[in-house]
């Protein structure tokens, strides 16, 4: 029954993604802008004829619905189109980069889970003291933070001052692992690598930090907020009469009603880190899908910017999906 | 290694608190005990492994790292139009003609030249040359290269985007092995000036690949051959040993000194600023001139500086009042002390421009000066104008010279126009300013060759693709389009010299000032100077 349901989400899904390819289409070429223009650049002569050949290459130069035909008809067929700068396919474009966006936002999410849900059981359960007092003021800070100021000082203390840490990148030069899921991590772990573990790792830990701090900021908050609340219920108060230790009470009868709450927000941010993080990629010289999606939209790269708001909104919808199944797991009263 | 002794002489005073009551009792304290020494031991472990990692393994061996400010946007020579990915490039693959870090015009694959007919052009190929694969270096390769760049959709049924940059390139024919000739469709003075920017590929090893298997592994005939690279992460090149050694006129000649250069993208100024005090890259480009104190400050970096090829001005438009007097326009520009802007905003890291054209550019006038810094005069300019009381203007630009811009719209409050500036984003300011829809617009336009043709004739021919100014004078049109295809050296200075002070008097643009080219390199790194191109040629450069 479950399954049937998934199933029909994700058959939901479908008209939503069109909806999508539709709007961002007509968004794109309403924009002002025009993506030849801005390619040949402002220098040098360039002549009319050669803009004229460029138009009629990128099929610029024919109406709007053709141009939307011809683009929705690759779409069923699977095909991105072809971007007008990198003049690569967008579906390898996005594919080649979105396992490094991935590994980022894995690496974020554990991270911000691992500091955010302690932090927050710990705030809740020993409410009102000093510790309580300083993380949910850390979880402020870490919420205020701009993550481009962040990641600099990061960058500037740990690589530039101590020399612990590298500066940028994925992974040091000639460590990069066989390629079977593409995320250096899980590929150096598979083909039993550890020094090209150790390497991503490190890479990975800075940017890492710098997400994963405004979400464990977030979910120690929230967390923190839907424990009191579920502590205070009556059937907690029932465990704790029947003897229970404290730490199985709140482990056991507390935390999975209080994750609720959490779950949502982890789901919206999922979706958030997976469509990439222009600014911590940029800061990091992380290859990943939100620097790609940011310099197409400067530079009206119609297909890439298209391509790269379709993969987004489905993220979106698949995060919403799993989310959803997580609720009727933590609670069966709740169904999809 | 201080770390890793101070880790384990404090390892046992690490706490980790609980938030849970643990287990009482002996046997509590000693399962809580167990557990912190295991965790410990783990931390200590691991900590010992990730700290023995050398963060860039690469010293030992002779390898340079760039740190370059944008992705790579394709390895094919003929098929993108981006500095960054020229500069990448070139260290892979050499041309017909180079430059020289001044500008000059060299040889480089092509020996010789001659000029035949106006319309002719001939090189002699050097004999020897070897491209990465062992293939020799023939006319035939040359051909190919040019064909595929100048023939309609010759690169799977599209054309390549550098044929703009050879427009006139009609037809190439091969005379012998060694010898090729040009065929334009009418004179072209700046051809050796342009052909630096088209780099030879191997016919035979192109066409057993193809285009996918070409991008996948490129071989050219550069001082460096590629290795491995991800064009949006980092591109890896190692020396290719039996390099014909480049062009003779630059010293040295010869095989790289360097065994390996990685150009590793970081688009962000500040990281890669990071990155060289760090000894984690070797030279870096785009080093903004506010930063440059700091890095001189750093006793294991050099900051270098070559006079850049772009020019900065504010276009006003000729079609709108009040700039359709040309007393305003003269105005405009006794009211800026563009040497001030230039002194304090730049921190004095560009050159003032008296006209239109670079001062390190071709038929420079050099009688030209700069207009005065007088904002009586350009009171008493407005007042005849008409606009004693001055005028509302919205300086309109982008964010990179919000500085420059604010600085001048005090300047131009001082003599009564209430100035203000608004920031665009480039995509949506660019086709308002061409269909005149803005009043002045401050932006720059790139001039690599260093001939005015391709500054002035895109600039101020009329309706051509950069006039924002609006710019249009039927004498000017004129003498561009004979500049544009004047061989004779002296007839194109008498002619271009006519032409900057047309532009001069006439004002379109208040004149501003060329950039220079800031970069920095680390202490160990010799034998390298930045290109007023912004090239980063490695050929030569090694490391102490």
Not at chain 1, 78 to 96: A, M, Q, R
Not at chain 2, 67 to 87: K, Q
Request: aromatic letters at 10%; one cysteine or more; a positive charge.
């Amino acid at each position: 029954m479950r399954f049937v349901k998934i199933i029909e989400r994700i058959l939901a899904a479908i008209p939503v993604m069109l909806g999508v390819a539709v709007m961002v289409f007509a968004f794109m070429r309403l924009t002002p802008g025009d993506p030849v223009d801005l390619m040949m650049g402002e220098a040098g002569v360039v002549s009319k004829a050669e803009i004229q050949t460029i138009r009629e290459q990128f099929k610029l130069d024919q109406p709007l619905p053709t141009q939307l035909f011809h683009y929705l008809s690759g779409l069923v067929r699977g095909d991105l189109g072809t971007s007008f700068k990198k003049k690569e396919p967008v579906g390898k474009l996005i594919f080649d980069r979105f396992p490094a966006t991935m590994e980022l936002a894995l690496g974020s999410l554990l991270l911000g889970l691992a500091m955010g849900i302690p932090i927050g059981i710990w705030s809740a359960v020993k409410q009102s003291s000093a510790l309580d007092r300083i993380s949910m003021l850390g979880a402020f800070f870490g919420i205020s933070m701009p993550p481009f100021w962040l990641g600099l000082i990061l960058i500037i203390f740990f690589s530039a001052t101590l020399g612990w840490l590298p500066v940028s990148g994925r992974i040091t030069y000639g460590l990069a692992p066989t390629s079977i899921t593409g995320m250096y991590m899980v590929d150096s772990l598979l083909t039993g690598r550890m020094d090209s573990f150790l390497s991503s790792l490190e890479h990975l830990l800075l940017p890492s930090v710098t997400l994963g701090l405004a979400l464990a900021s977030i979910i120690a908050r929230i967390m923190r907020s839907s424990m009191l609340e579920v502590m205070r219920q009556d059937y907690v108060t029932l465990a704790r009469a029947k003897g229970n230790r404290e730490f199985i009470v709140v482990h056991k009868h507390a935390l999975r009603n209080a994750l609720i709450p959490t779950v949502t927000v982890v789901g919206i941010q999922i979706g958030v880190l997976l469509g990439g993080n222009m600014i911590v990629e940029s800061v990091f010289g992380w290859p990943g899908i939100g620097r790609l999606a940011v310099d197409a939209i400067f530079a009206r790269d119609y297909p890439l910017v298209q391509g790269v708001v379709i993969i987004y909104s489905l993220t979106y919808v698949m995060a919403n999906l799993a989310v959803d199944i997580l609720y009727t797991f933590l609670n069966p009263k709740i169904t999809l | 290694m201080g770390f890793m002794r101070c880790l384990r002489s404090n390892i046992h005073t690490l706490k980790f608190p609980s938030p849970f009551p643990l287990p009482t009792g002996e046997r509590g304290r000693v399962r809580g005990f167990e557990r912190r020494m295991k965790m410990k031991r783990w931390i200590l472990i691991l900590a010992a492994l990730f700290f023995s990692i050398p963060s860039m393994a690469f010293s030992q061996d002779k390898t340079l790292v760039v740190g370059i400010m944008s992705t790579v946007l394709s390895l094919d020579p003929a098929n993108h139009r981006d500095r960054v990915t020229e500069t990448v490039i070139r260290n892979m693959f050499d041309g017909l003609v180079t430059r020289t870090p001044d500008g000059r015009i060299v040889s480089e694959i092509a020996e010789s030249w001659k000029n035949p007919s106006p319309t002719v052009w001939e090189f002699k190929i050097r004999k020897g040359i070897t491209f990465h694969n062992g293939d020799p270096l023939t006319a035939d390769d040359v051909k190919f290269t040019f064909d595929r760049i100048i023939t309609e959709n010759a690169i799977d049924g599209k054309t390549a985007m550098r044929k703009g940059l050879i427009d006139p390139l009609q037809k190439v024919d091969k005379i012998d092995d060694y010898t090729i000739q040009f065929n334009l469709n009418s004179p072209w003075p700046i051809l050796l000036a342009m052909l630096p920017h088209q780099q030879i590929i191997p016919k035979k090893y192109f066409e057993s690949v193809g285009t996918k298997g070409f991008l996948a592994k490129p071989i050219g005939a550069g001082p460096f051959r590629f290795v491995e690279g991800r064009l949006d992460e980092r591109i890896v090149m190692e020396r290719y040993d039996k390099y014909y050694g480049g062009s003779p006129e630059i010293k040295p000649v010869g095989p790289p000194p360097l065994k390996r250069v990685i150009f590793e993208v970081i688009p962000e100024t500040a990281t890669r600023i990071a990155a060289l005090q760090a000894g984690k890259v070797h030279i870096i480009q785009n080093v903004p001139s506010h930063m440059v104190e700091t890095l001189k400050r750093d006793s294991n970096v050099v900051v270098k500086t070559a006079l850049g090829t772009r020019v900065h001005m504010f276009e006003m438009n000729v079609n709108q009042a009040p700039f359709n007097d040309v007393r305003v326009r003269m105005a405009m520009n006794h009211a800026v002390n563009m040497d001030i802007i230039v002194e304090k905003i730049l921190g004095g890291f560009a050159k003032r421009m008296a006209g239109a054209i670079l001062p390190h550019g071709l038929y420079f006038n050099e009688a030209l000066k700069p207009y005065k810094h007088d904002p009586a005069l350009a009171k008493k300019l407005l007042a005849e104008a008409g606009h004693s009381k001055g005028f509302p203007l919205v300086i309109d630009t982008i964010d990179t010279y919000k500085e420059v811009c604010e600085a001048t719209a005090q300047q131009f409050r001082a003599v009564g126009i209430e100035a203000s500036v608004r920031i665009w984003d480039w995509g949506v300011l660019r086709p308002l300013a061409l269909n005149g829809e803005r009043k002045i617009v401050f932006q720059s336009w790139g001039n690599s060759t260093l001939h005015p043709y391709d500054l002035l004739n895109p600039k101020l021919m009329s309706k051509d693709r950069g006039n924002y100014s609006q710019f249009s004078n039927p004498e000017l049109d004129d003498l561009l389009k004979k500049g544009g295809v004047e061989t004779n050296p002296d007839k194109a200075k008498e002619i271009y010299l006519r032409a900057q002070y047309l532009i001069y008097n006439e004002a379109p643009w208040v004149f501003g000032y060329v950039p220079m080219e800031i970069e920095a390199c680390s202490k160990n790194v010799e034998n390298w100077v930045p290109s007023s191109d912004s090239r980063i040629n490695l050929h030569r450069v090694s490391l102490k």
